[in-house]
Structures are given as structure tokens and as C-alpha cells.
């Protein structure tokens, strides 16, 4: 009687932890499918301060007319763009906006290597920052073989893609219908990082006056 009690309470335990198992693997499973991330945003942006996303450590408040505390589509894609911890591609038609600036240097200063293509007219239109990033030591191309370097994607850290029909200008985020996407699925991000790969190397200022 004892040695079918003992089989049975084994038979039982050993049942349960099979079962205990199984439901971790499907719950780690679904941690792991959340780690990859997934958004959307849609533009024009609603108005307010950021400056605590440059500043996230200052304990002086901001007293600027803007509205605090608000997460917008404008604060989420500087914090994506600012989780950069070693690079930034970016291959961007039109950039204006200052606020972008502002967190492109700021990753340069942070020594997160950045690389920039850019449209050869529009990098030098009135208000354009792309000067300003030249000038802090960053590393830009203009496309010199495309009629129109038209993309507006970026490439954090060789994982995210943030990509959509958003030029990195004041007037698209606040004031125009725009998307933006981004995404860590490696089958959408490696195709960028290619297509970003061909375009640095398409437009290497040295090789191209080479072939003149
Ligand atoms: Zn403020």
C-alpha cells in the first residue's frame, strides 16, 4: 500500500513538474516575443516640452509655455532615437528640425558613432542642419548619384529601424500627416542596413572625385 501511495505521489509530482515546465517555456516565450519591439506613429505631433528627454537627470523644472509631462509621437521617436548606445545611421531627405539636431549631437558627444546620407540639394537649403552636424565633427554624405535621396530612415544601434515618410523637419512633425514605423525585426532592419551600407559606400566622397 505505502509503495503505490509513493508511486503515486511521485507520478503526481513529476506530472506537475512537467507541467510547471511548459507554462515557463510558453511564458518565457512570450516575454521574448515582446522584446521585440513594434510601434507606430502618426504625425502631426501633439505640442510639448522635451527637454526633459535631453536632460532626464537635471532636478531644475523647465518653464517653458509647453505642456510637461506629456508623451507624444514627437518624445517617443527622440527617446528611440536617443536609446542609441554605439550608432546611428541615418539616411534622412530633408533635416531641419532642431530638436533632432540637437539629439544627433548629443549621441556624438556621447561618442555613439554617427553616419549621415543626405540629399545634396536639400542639405543646403536656408535652416538646414546639416552644416551643424558637419561642423561637430559628424560624418555626412550627399548623395551625388540619385536624382533625389529621398529615404527618411534611421538605424539605431544595427537593430532598430525607425523608417516612414517623416522628413526630420518642424513643419512635418507639427504640422503634416505623416508615419513613422519602427521596428527590431531583423528581416525589415537588415535590408536597411544594407541599403544604408551601399549608399555610404555609393557616395564616398574620395572614391567618387576619383571617378571624376
Ligand atoms: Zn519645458
Request: net charge positive.
Amino acid at each position: 500500500m505505502s509503495v503505490l501511495w509513493t508511486v503515486k505521489v511521485v507520478g503526481l509530482g513529476a506530472a506537475a513538474l512537467t507541467l510547471s515546465l511548459e507554462l515557463l517555456g510558453r511564458l518565457f516565450g512570450r516575454l521574448k516575443q515582446r522584446r521585440t519591439l513594434n510601434e507606430v506613429l502618426f504625425f502631426p505631433s501633439d505640442m510639448a516640452c522635451v527637454e526633459h528627454i535631453f536632460t532626464p537627470t537635471t532636478t531644475h523644472s523647465c518653464f517653458c509655455p509647453l505642456p510637461h509631462g506629456v508623451e507624444t509621437s514627437f518624445s517617443r521617436l527622440l527617446r528611440h532615437i536617443l536609446s542609441a548606445s554605439s550608432s546611428l545611421d541615418l539616411c534622412i531627405f530633408s533635416f531641419s528640425n532642431m530638436d533632432l539636431c540637437r539629439a544627433v549631437l548629443l549621441l556624438h558627444s556621447k561618442g555613439v558613432t554617427v553616419r549621415v546620407v543626405s540629399d545634396k540639394n536639400y542639405s543646403a537649403i536656408t535652416g538646414s542642419q546639416i552644416g551643424v552636424l558637419r561642423k561637430a565633427g559628424i560624418c555626412v554624405r550627399c548623395d551625388v548619384v540619385s536624382v533625389c535621396m529621398h529615404h527618411k530612415f534611421a538605424v539605431v544601434d544595427s537593430r532598430l529601424l525607425i523608417t516612414g515618410s517623416l522628413n526630420w523637419t518642424l513643419t512635418a512633425v507639427q504640422s503634416n500627416a505623416e508615419n513613422v514605423l519602427l521596428t527590431e525585426e531583423p528581416d525589415l532592419v537588415q535590408p536597411f542596413i544594407k541599403e544604408f551600407h551601399r549608399l555610404w559606400v555609393l557616395n564616398d566622397p574620395t572614391q567618387y572625385y576619383q571617378n571624376q
